[in-house]
């Protein structure tokens, strides 16, 4: 059964940064890895994706501020935030898909493999 494991979430400042992790295991031949949100009272929203052949797709709200990383050696993918800011508050969850490049944009939802999530809190 594959598993995805998220931590790094936290408190932090607005404009203090932080890095999420997430561990997949066993390895699988992913083609899409996506980062969501849900903020206390809202939907779930995509963040972030990263496809197989290394690009990425962005929400606005990453735009400039997040970025996505892998270290295939571990079968570990994080999420890189910058200049945090309070409506960045969430519950933050990785999530995996075999399909790729095609199919890997960050407004897609149907993902196959969910982690259960880290918290992160941005106060004013």
């Known amino acids: 059964q594959v598993q995805l494991v998220e931590s790094g979430g936290g408190s932090v400042q607005a404009g203090g940064s932080l890095k999420l992790s997430c561990v997949v295991s066993p390895y699988i031949a992913w083609g899409c890895m996506g980062w969501f949100r849900q903020a206390p009272g809202k939907e779930r929203e995509g963040v972030i994706a990263?496809?197989?052949?290394?690009?990425?797709s962005y929400s606005d709200a990453a735009k400039g501020r997040f970025t996505v990383a892998k270290d295939n050696a571990k079968n570990t993918f994080y999420l890189e935030m910058y200049r945090l800011e309070p409506e960045d508050t969430a519950m933050y969850y990785c999530a995996a898909d075999r399909r790729g490049v095609g199919y890997c944009y960050w407004w897609q939802r149907d993902f196959g493999y969910w982690g259960q999530g880290t918290q992160v809190s941005v106060s004013p």
């Open positions: 990263l496809r197989n052949d290394g690009s990425v």
